[in-house]
């Protein structure tokens, strides 16, 4: 098990821009895929983006494609996502994730596939 810690969520004006990190505990960071979920109120958890071990692949959803992006520092085993020109459709809680077992190359998309979650943290973007 991998612990994850997600932080950097708040309030902000649609346009603008947050940058959410996911602190990991545990070497096993390094041979995961990391996604990056989200849940709005009255809505089902949604898949944002993942990446793979090394960060060499990365899947986005078409809804943040082109907006947010995806990264992964493995010395600090944080993983972030920018999220740049946010919507107000994009306020949701936002929940890190990690794929134990996913081949080097793979950024999971399916939540059911990923073995460790965090607590989520709330972004909110006003219109």
């Known amino acids: 098990q991998v612990q994850l810690v997600e932080s950097g969520g708040g309030l902000v004006q649609a346009g603008g821009s947050l940058r959410l990190s996911c602190a990991a505990s545990?070497?096993?960071?390094?041979?995961?895929?990391m996604g990056w979920f989200r849940q709005a109120p009255g809505k089902e958890r949604e898949f944002v983006a993942a990446?793979?071990?090394?960060?060499?692949?990365?899947a986005y959803a078409d809804s943040v494609k082109g907006r947010f992006t995806i990264s992964r520092n493995n010395a600090k085993i944080t993983v972030y996502l920018q999220m740049n020109s946010l919507k107000p459709e994009d306020t949701a809680v936002y929940y890190c994730?990690?794929?134990?077992?996913?081949?080097?190359?793979?950024?999971?998309?399916?939540?059911?596939?990923?073995?460790?979650w965090g607590r989520g943290t709330q972004v909110t973007v006003s219109s």
């Open positions: 545990g070497r096993a960071f390094t041979r995961s895929a």
């Open positions: 994730a990690a794929d134990l077992h996913s081949p080097p190359t793979a950024a999971t998309m399916g939540g059911y596939e990923y073995d460790s």
């Open positions: 990446i793979s071990w090394s960060g060499g692949s990365t």
